[in-house]
């Protein structure tokens, strides 16, 4: 039986970051990711790097957070351009990855 314990957030230390993506509304910290997503870039250095100053989390971390993130309804309406890009990205890289195992070429 599921109980849904494996879809919860988990913070670095192992415990659960339900604050990280409350019901209704996006957090401070989802906004933030959602505009570094947007401009990381401008940002002098490797993008782990960034994420790391910025977010004080492990870029392992920050991916995590960010697909839970594409994936709720309230980020697409804080910034639906992005969200529908990065969505786009995401799946073209889970078709690319599909394709190498299968031994087809994309």
Known sequence: MNDGSA?????????EDDGAFPADLLSERDRQILAFERQWWKYAGAKEQAIREMFDMSATRYYQL???????????????????RLRRMRTQRQRQRAARRLGIRP
């Not at 879809?7 to 415990?15: A, F, H, I, K, M």
């Open 7 to 15: 879809l919860r957030p988990v913070n670095d230390d192992g415990l």
């Open 66 to 84: 960010l697909n839970i993130l594409l994936d709720r309804p309230e980020a697409l309406e804080h910034d639906p351009m992005l969200v529908k």
